[in-house]
C-alpha cells in the first residue's frame, strides 16, 4: 500500500522498553563515573578528558535515545546538530580570546605594582 | 479510497536514506523534515535556539573564570553538604543529577505508553515525571539558600573568591531551573489532557484550537530531555571544572 509510510508515522516512535532501561542504566553509570572523577580527586589532563567524555556520552545518549534523534531523517539530524557543531568553533574562539584576556591583565596588574 | 487521490504515489519510490536522501529532502521544494510533524520540527527548532542561549551563558562564564586573575572559588567544597560527619563534596549536586536522568527515563516511558494509548501508565509516568522536577527545583532552592545565607555569595562578590562566582553561578542554574519550573507546568498540563482523555478523543486544544493526539506528549518529552541536557553540560563545566 502506497499509505504504509504514512501509516507508520501516524504510530510515531515505538521502541522496545527494555532500551529505555538500558540508556537509563548507562547514564546512571555515567553520571557515577564523573562523580568518581570529581571525588577521587583525578587531575589535570586526565580529569578533563574523563569528564568531557563522560559528558558527550551522555548527551549523545540522551538525544540519541531519549529524544528519537537515532531514528529519524538525516534532514533533521543535520539541521538540529549542526548549529551546535558550530558553537564548539566559537567556544575554542572564546578560549584564545580568554587566555589574551588574562595576558593583559596580568601584564596590566603586575606594572601597577 | 485513497488510492484514486495518489494515483502518482505508484511512481513515487520510497525515500531513499543516507545522503542521497538528505539532499532529496531538503532540495524537494517542499516541506524539509519528511516524516516529523510541525509541532514536532518547530519543538527542534526551539530547542536549538534555547541550545545557543545556554550556550552563551556556558561560554561567558568560560571565558570570564579563565581570564580573571583572582582565584576561583573551590566548586568541590562550597557545594559540599555534611550529614552530620565530614563534608561530602558535590553530594547533594550528585543527588540532583540522578533525580534528573531518572525523571528523563520515566519521562521516555511515558512517551512509549503514549503512543500505545495507554493512558493510565502514560499519565502516571508523567506526574512521577513531574514530581522529579519538582524535587529538583527544591533542592536547587535549598542549594540557593545555603550560598546565600550561609556562604555570602551574591552576584557582585563573595567571600571565597573571584567576583564574577555569583553572577555566573546565579544566571546559568537560575535559567536552568526556571526552565525545569517551566517544564513541570508544562508536564502537568500534558498530563491533566492525557488522563481525561483528549487525545483518543481528539479535543481541540484551546489555545491552537487544533486536535490534539499522543505525539503531544512525545513533544513534551523533546523539551523535558532537553532539560537535562542541559544540566548535563552545568554539571561538567560549573560543578566538576
Known sequence: MAQAGDTAHVEGQQHPIGIYFKVWGLLFVLSAGSYAVDYYHVESYLRWSLILLFMMLKAGFIVAYFMHMRWERLALIYAIILPPVLVLIFMGLMTFEADYTFFTRDLFFSMGK | ?241
Open chain 2, 1 to 241: 479510497m485513497t488510492d484514486t487521490t495518489l494515483t502518482e504515489s505508484s511512481h513515487v519510490a520510497p525515500k531513499p536514506d543516507g545522503m542521497k536522501g538528505f539532499v532529496n529532502d531538503w532540495s524537494s521544494d517542499q516541506r524539509a523534515f519528511k516524516n516529523v510533524s510541525w509541532g514536532k520540527a518547530m519543538m527542534w527548532i526551539f530547542l536549538l535556539s534555547d541550545t545557543f542561549i545556554f550556550s552563551c551563558f556556558l561560554l561567558s562564564y568560560m571565558k570570564v573564570r579563565m581570564s580573571t586573575t583572582v582565584p576561583w572559588p573551590h566548586s568541590s567544597e562550597v557545594f559540599a553538604l555534611s550529614f552530620g560527619g565530614e563534608p561530602i563534596p558535590l553530594i547533594l549536586i550528585a543527588i540532583m543529577t540522578f533525580i534528573l536522568i531518572s525523571s528523563s527515563g520515566t519521562m521516555a516511558m511515558a512517551v512509549m505508553f503514549g503512543y500505545k494509548k495507554d493512558r493510565r501508565t502514560t499519565a502516571i509516568l508523567m506526574l512521577v515525571t513531574a514530581l522529579f522536577g519538582a524535587s529538583f527545583v527544591g533542592m536547587q532552592v535549598f542549594e540557593w539558600t545555603k550560598l546565600i545565607v550561609e556562604e555570602g555569595v551574591r552576584p557582585w562578590g563573595n567571600p571565597m573568591g573571584a567576583a564574577q562566582f555569583g553572577s555566573t553561578f546565579f544566571m546559568i542554574t537560575g535559567f536552568h531551573g526556571f526552565h525545569v519550573s517551566i517544564g513541570v507546568i508544562f508536564l502537568l498540563i500534558v498530563a491533566r489532557k492525557v488522563w481525561r482523555g483528549d487525545y483518543d478523543r481528539e479535543t481541540r486544544g484551546f489555545f491552537t484550537s487544533r486536535k490534539g493526539n499522543y505525539e503531544s506528549v512525545e513533544v513534551m518529552g523533546l523539551y523535558w530531555h532537553f532539560v537535562d541536557l542541559v544540566w548535563v553540560f552545568i554539571f561538567a563545566f560549573f560543578y566538576l571544572w
